[in-house]
């Protein structure tokens, strides 16, 4: 982005240069799986609930097993994503402290810019990002599968068909276990394991075909959360569809409801968040304009805009699928579901 008067570096000097502002964003762009797997919980864990439960005109138990997939949903995908997210973060934080342990001298050389450091080149940036974001698409499917195992059971925790005995104990399914932060817990505690996990990351970087994917598009920098995002919730959409099909502890006449529900939402979100986040970063040239040159001598500053660049899709995202699109999916599933009973 060229700037209108580079000179004026002390013009926009407060808001924009906040400590808390940009730690914000530099912990975003250095953890963008995790931002996007914390802000999922939240919404879909309290503020998706709520709007399906107190949408009008619709049927109470089809609202209820909306709200439940939602809850299931955001604890399995921040769960899965942090096993996962967390040691290929750090991994690639060993690869940027120490790159020639990790990486090949060619991969070096052809990622590195004339007169940049490696962690400064445009390449190198885009890469370790898409590896981080990455990790969401990758565990799509096993998180649609666990999320909708667990559906029958949160159901029957939070909305008994009827109370249990004083007792009593709950019975899970035989293949669900919370094992993924036990898991975690035990892999970072072996000797080596960061590095271990580094030398794997590294790996990646030194493929031809990654080099060369890489290089034709870390232009597109600003827009790679929104698509890796998209790509996920469709991969997402697709596997929990047909798993919600051919499951066969959820009750046949709640599977239509939940499937409408999860295809309405998702196509909307895609459709309208795709748009809105391409106007917002048309309209914010002036703000990133301003920002930078806020910020221009800060050697941060190029994290900042990535944090700028997670934080902007994911917030846009967040609020059309979990906010605003439930009561319009639970009421449009509902009404479809209906309309096919009745004919």
């Not at 996007?36 to 097993?65: C, F, H, Q, W, Y």
């Not at 290929?88 to 690869?95: F, Q």
């Not at 885009?126 to 949160?154: D, E, H, R």
């Amino acid at each position: 982005m060229k700037l209108k008067n580079v000179n004026d570096i002390n013009a926009f000097k407060g808001g924009l240069n906040n400590k808390y502002l940009l730690k914000s964003l530099e912990v975003a762009a250095n953890h963008p799986a995790s931002f996007i797997a914390g802000t999922t919980l939240i919404m879909s864990s309290v503020v998706r609930p709520v709007s399906i439960l107190m949408t009008p005109k619709t049927d109470k138990e089809n609202k209820k097993i909306a709200a439940v997939d939602s809850f299931s949903s955001g604890i399995v995908k921040f769960a899965i994503t942090e096993a996962i997210a967390l040691p290929v973060e750090n991994a690639i934080k060993n690869i940027d402290k120490n790159p020639e342990k990790f990486l090949n001298p060619e991969t070096i050389k052809k990622m590195q810019e004339s007169g940049k450091t490696l962690t400064e080149s445009q390449n190198y940036k885009f890469a370790s990002q898409l590896i981080k974001l990455s990790t969401g698409l990758l565990t799509a499917i096993p998180k649609s599968v666990i999320a909708v195992a667990l559906i029958p059971v949160i159901m029957n925790l939070i909305f008994p068909k009827q109370k249990k005995k004083k007792n009593e104990k709950v019975i899970y399914p035989e293949n669900y276990s919370p094992v993924f932060k036990q898991f975690y817990d035990n892999s970072v505690s072996f000797k080596g394991f960061q590095d271990t996990a580094a030398k794997g990351i590294g790996a990646v970087f030194n493929l031809n075909l990654f080099q060369n994917f890489v290089k034709k598009n870390s232009f597109n920098e600003a827009n790679i959360a929104r698509n890796i995002s998209m790509l996920t919730d469709i991969l997402l959409a697709g596997s929990f569809i047909f798993r919600t099909k051919k499951s066969d502890k959820i009750d046949e006449d709640k599977k239509n409801p939940l499937i409408y529900n999860k295809t309405v939402s998702t196509a909307l979100s895609l459709l309208f968040g795709y748009k809105i986040d391409k106007a917002v970063q048309k309209s914010s040239v002036k703000f990133m304009d301003k920002f930078i040159k806020s910020n221009i001598n800060d050697p941060k500053l190029s994290k900042y805009i990535q944090g700028i660049n997670i934080i902007r899709p994911t917030i846009i995202f967040a609020i059309l699928y979990y906010a605003i699109l439930p009561v319009l999916s639970i009421f449009t599933a509902d009404k479809i579901d209906k309309y096919q009973k009745e004919h």
